[in-house]
């Protein structure tokens, strides 16, 4: 072979090469995001915004930004359908891909989240259950990977009764009134009654348990005996799916009032009144966060992915209730990575790493403001000792054609939900032999 022969050889061998060298390059530089989400199976137009929520966020990080400190943040979806074996067996499929493994998962069901404590534990990979999942979790001494952040049932169930009795004109005016609790017939749905069976003793309400099974469409016999027998002055709804939809028709069917109804976050979008026509004007829910359109990072992802022809939904959903939800999850996660590349370097972190970084993660009113999300949500400070930061909710009343705020931040009863959540983690360490952390 000639000289200039072998000359173009080895040049047009080293051009096939260079692509694989420069993408094991990437790779190395890539922070592995799994996303366990159900686009399929009954919840699934609940489910599907807010996974695309979730992606679209780290997708905006990566065109606007290039990544996280120039690490590329990249998600890879597995499909759940809400089911719990499913979601198992996703955890096992992701918690190994990466360069450094995955970095944390967010279950996006209860039910997951249960299964996927120990095992996640045992890994060393953080569980994110923001507004869901198992509430003594928030005692980071017992759960020390496992993340129920900005707030939880237990605090959520406080500040409705906290915004019922404001509307009564205080504390002292619930004694004698009846509450009812219809709620969705699982581990998800019972999560509230201990705390608000407590307060019913406190404040001297009377209280009535409703259940509803899964999926939700048969509750006809329920509204009746609401409507027409206990004539309950309030209503909290704890549902998810359609069984929201149709808890809001029938409660229109017997006239019972909605704006007498407080819902649970997972009852408060647009999924869950829209359905429901007129009947669901009035209707109010809780919920951490803002509705619409109108911040600046959801114009970022406007900007930076749908007008890139990046989305993964409908340009025009973003803004709505739970695509919202999705974004935040991600948004905290992208902090949590941003916290741990101060103290581990700005590269690909383990999961290990990253717990650390969710441990310390310190969102103040002016790192909330610096990355567009000012009057979205509440300033939230995480610690070893506490894993959920926040515990501020909101009231958002549906006006007929979108969400419009109905009070102001409402402080969580943090002296009674605390104190039962380090009970809860106790009793769960004792029947595991956990030895609690020191969090001195």
């Known amino acids: 072979m000639s000289f200039k022969k072998l000359a173009l050889a080895l040049t047009g061998a080293a051009l096939l090469a260079a ?39 780290f997708n905006m990080l990566n065109a606007r930004d290039g990544g996280i400190n120039g690490v590329k943040l990249v998600v890879e979806e597995c499909e759940t359908g809400y089911n719990t074996a499913k979601g198992v067996e996703c955890y096992e499929r992701l918690k190994g891909k990466g360069p450094t493994g995955a970095t944390a998962f967010n279950p996006m069901s209860t039910g997951i989240t249960y299964a996927l404590i120990e095992k996640a534990t045992a890994d060393k990979i953080p569980i994110i259950s923001m507004g ?24 959520d169930a ?21 509450i009812a609790l219809v709620f969705h017939n699982s581990a998800y749905g019972k999560e509230p009654i201990p705390i608000l069976k407590k307060m019913a003793a406190k404040y001297g309400y009377k209280f009535s348990e409703f259940p509803v099974q899964h999926p939700g469409l048969e509750q006809k016999a329920t509204w009746l005996q609401i409507g027409r027998r206990l004539k309950p002055d309030w209503v909290i709804l704890w549902g998810w799916g359609v ?29 869950d009144v829209l359905p429901a026509g007129k009947g669901a004007t009035g209707y109010t829910a809780s919920t951490f966060h803002g509705a619409g359109a109108d911040y600046a990072f959801l114009k970022d992802i406007k900007k930076y992915v749908y007008d890139a022809g990046n989305g993964k939904g409908k340009k025009e959903n973003v803004g709505q209730v739970l695509y919202n939800r999705g974004a935040l999850n991600a948004m905290l996660e992208a902090e949590a990575i941003r916290t741990a590349q101060e103290k581990f370097g700005k590269r690909p972190l383990t999961g290990e790493e990253v717990q650390w970084g969710l441990e310390n993660l310190n969102l103040t009113a002016e790192r909330i403001k610096e990355i567009g999300f000012e009057g979205f949500i509440a300033p939230l400070k995480i610690s070893c000792r506490d894993h959920v930061g926040g515990g501020k909710i909101r009231i958002q009343k549906w006006d007929g054609k979108k969400w419009v705020w109905a009070s102001e931040w409402l402080e969580s009863d943090r002296s009674m939900v605390r104190p039962m959540i380090e009970e ?16 001195k």
């Open 424 to 439: 809860a983690a106790a009793q769960y360490a004792k029947e595991k032999g956990i030895t609690p952390r020191d969090c």
């Open 243 to 271: 069984m929201n939809s149709t808890a809001i028709k029938e409660a229109a069917a017997v006239r019972f009032p909605r704006d007498r109804m407080v819902g649970v976050w997972w009852s408060g979008a647009e999924q």
């Open 158 to 178: 406080t500040a409705i009764i906290k915004y019922i009795a404001g509307q009564e004109g205080g504390y002292d005016k619930l004694k004698g009134k009846k």
């Open 19 to 57: 692509p694989a060298v420069s993408s094991a390059v990437a790779a190395e530089n890539e922070q592995f995001i799994p996303s366990l989400v159900y686009r399929t199976g009954p919840y699934s137009p609940n489910g599907t915004p807010v996974a695309n929520g979730f992606a679209d966020y």
């Open 132 to 155: 869901y999942g198992r509430t003594a979790a928030g005692d980071g001494r017992v759960f020390p990977y496992v993340f129920p952040l900005v707030t939880t049932y237990w605090d």
